[in-house]
T-cell receptor
Framework: DAKTTQPTSMDCAEGRAANLPCNHSTISGNEYVYWYRQIHSQGPQYIIHGLKNNETNEMASLIITEDRKSSTLILPHATLRDTAVYYCIVGLAGAGSYQLTFGKGTKLSVIP | DTGVSQDPRHKITKRGQNVTFRCDPISEHNRLYWYRQTLGQGPEFLTYFQNEAQLEKSRLLSDRFSAERPKGSFSTLEIQRTEQGDSAMYLC????????????FGEGSRLTVL
C-alpha cells in the first residue's frame, strides 16, 4: 500500500472550515483515498473516500488533486465535537481492501 | 444500538494468563476485522474474516494470538500466555462486501497485562 504523510497536529477555530492535508505521492491507479477519524477513547469512524473525483457527504468534502498525489479533507463548519485524530489512508477497494494501514494521523483541535 | 459491540471493554490480567475478547458485528455485514492499537499509534491490522472463513491471518502478532468466527456471526480473539507487551486496545470492525474500505469499528477492548 502507498504511504501517506500528514501534519502531526492542527488547530481550527470553531465555526471555521478545517482543511486537513494529506500527501500520497506513491499512490497507484487502483488505490482509493480513505479518511477516518478517532475521537478520544472511541473506535475509528469512517468519514469519506474517493478515487479521482472530489466527493462530498454529510460529514465532509474530499478534494483530490488531478495527479492524485495529494488530497484535502474539508470539514466545512468545525465544531468542538470534531476534535479528533484524522487518518488519511490509501488502499485498495474490493477484495483487496481488507487491510487498511493507519499511520499516526493529524490531531485536530477545534478551539472555541 | 445496532453497531459493532465488543466485550469486555476493559480487561486487566496477570502475565501468563489467557484472555478472550468477543466481537458482535453489524448483523448484515459479512466481513469482520481485528485491529490492535497501542498508545499514540494508529490501529494495526491483525486478521480478517469473510463469513466464517479467515482469509488473512499472517499479521497476527505471534502464535499466541488466534481468532475464530465459527458461524459467520460473532468472532473471538484469544491471546494465550499474555505478556506485558500485549497491553493495547483491541478493535473489531465489520463491513459489507460491496462497501469494502468502509469499516465500522466498535469501541474496543482495552487489555492491561500486569
Amino acid at each position: 500500500d502507498a504511504k501517506t504523510t500528514q501534519p502531526t497536529s492542527m488547530d481550527c477555530a470553531e465555526g471555521r472550515a478545517a482543511n486537513l492535508p494529506c500527501n500520497h505521492s506513491t499512490i497507484s491507479g487502483n488505490e482509493y483515498v480513505y479518511w477516518y477519524r478517532q475521537i478520544h477513547s472511541q473506535g475509528p469512524q469512517y468519514i469519506i473516500h474517493g478515487l479521482k473525483n472530489n466527493e462530498t457527504n454529510e460529514m465532509a468534502s474530499l478534494i483530490i488533486t488531478e495527479d492524485r498525489k495529494s488530497s484535502t479533507l474539508i470539514l466545512p463548519h468545525a465544531t468542538l465535537r470534531d476534535t479528533a485524530v484524522y487518518y488519511c489512508i490509501v488502499g485498495l477497494a474490493g477484495a483487496g481492501s481488507y487491510q487498511l494501514t493507519f499511520g499516526k494521523g493529524t490531531k485536530l483541535s477545534v478551539i472555541p | 444500538d445496532t453497531g459493532v459491540s465488543q466485550d469486555p471493554r476493559h480487561k486487566i490480567t496477570k502475565r501468563g494468563q489467557n484472555v478472550t475478547f468477543r466481537c458482535d458485528p453489524i448483523s448484515e455485514h459479512n466481513r469482520l476485522y481485528w485491529y490492535r492499537q497501542t498508545l499514540g499509534q494508529g490501529p494495526e491490522f491483525l486478521t480478517y474474516f469473510q463469513n466464517e472463513a479467515q482469509l488473512e491471518k499472517s499479521r497476527l502478532l505471534s502464535d499466541r494470538f488466534s481468532a475464530e468466527r465459527p458461524k459467520g456471526s460473532f468472532s473471538t480473539l484469544e491471546i494465550q500466555r499474555t505478556e506485558q507487551g500485549d497491553s493495547a486496545m483491541y478493535l473489531c470492525a465489520s463491513s459489507q462486501q460491496g462497501a469494502a474500505g468502509e469499516l465500522f469499528f466498535g469501541e474496543g477492548s482495552r487489555l492491561t497485562v500486569l
